[in-house]
């Protein structure tokens, strides 16, 4: 079945460092590709999404490509701040509309002044 | 607009006893997901109504767990005989059509404790 694999954290960075995620997924079809934040004391909302091979989202300065050939979807961000402290999720939709999305395990960041 | 809504959203119980949460989606959305995150950990999927389909329930983790949807709209999670180990935020989301492109959109959760 569909999986979704998240590097483990928790990530400690300081502010301006170069920020990579690590998201890879197992999938048939075509799904959609999603990455989720959770600011603390906040509920999840998306943070961008790409929904066919070679897409890039982007939002807020962060940045990933769906890389089909290496079935990864990277989250990067060039230079990170405080605020952007949060937990991260990569998420992986179903094959159809009736298929759930699958979410990866998460992975907490941390930004240090 | 009004996003997705939840309530209660802080819930202290006894063991043994039963809880309901509610969800109210976003107004015209027919997909609904609930999850549940435990402290420190990732989100894990409990059930999936898309429409007037039977719900995916492969991830309610006993038979303790229920939930329902009535008139494709507002949700009822029930925890039957509650456990310490059901502490925990129940998170629901909605979109539009669960169309594998869609954004879903998430409540604040509802948190509960159970003594």
């Known amino acids: 079945g569909n999986s979704v694999t998240q590097m483990e954290g928790p990530v400690t960075l300081s502010e301006e460092a170069f920020l990579t995620i690590n998201c890879t997924y197992t999938?048939?079809?075509?799904?959609?590709l999603f990455w989720y934040v959770q600011y603390p004391g906040e509920g999840l909302q998306l943070l961008l999404k790409?929904?066919?091979?070679?897409d890039k989202g982007s939002n807020k300065g962060f940045e990933a490509t769906y890389r089909k050939e290496t079935t990864s979807f990277h989250l990067e961000k060039g230079s990170v701040q405080v605020s952007d402290s949060a937990v991260y999720f990569c998420?992986?939709?179903?094959?159809?509309?009736?298929?759930?999305?699958?979410f990866g395990p998460g992975t907490s960041l941390s930004v240090i002044p | 607009g009004a996003g997705v809504s939840q309530s209660p959203s802080n819930k202290v119980t006894e063991k043994g006893k039963d809880v309901e949460l509610r969800c109210d989606p976003i107004?015209?959305?027919?997909?609904l997901y609930w999850y549940r995150q435990s402290l420190g950990q990732g989100l894990e999927f409990l059930i999936y109504?898309?429409?007037?389909?039977?719900?995916?329930k492969s991830g309610l983790p006993s038979d303790r767990f229920s939930a329902e949807r009535t008139g494709g709209s507002v949700s009822t999670l029930t925890i039957q005989r509650t456990q310490q180990e059901d502490s925990a935020v129940y998170l629901c989301a909605s979109s539009w059509t669960g169309g594998v492109t869609e954004t879903q959109y998430f409540g604040p959760g509802t948190r509960l404790l159970v003594l």
């Open positions: 790409a929904t066919k091979a070679d």
């Open positions: 998420a992986l939709s179903g094959e159809t509309s009736y298929d759930k999305v699958i």
């Open positions: 109504f898309q429409g007037n389909s039977a719900p995916d």
């Open positions: 999938a048939t079809g075509y799904p959609s």
């Open positions: 107004s015209g959305h027919t997909a």
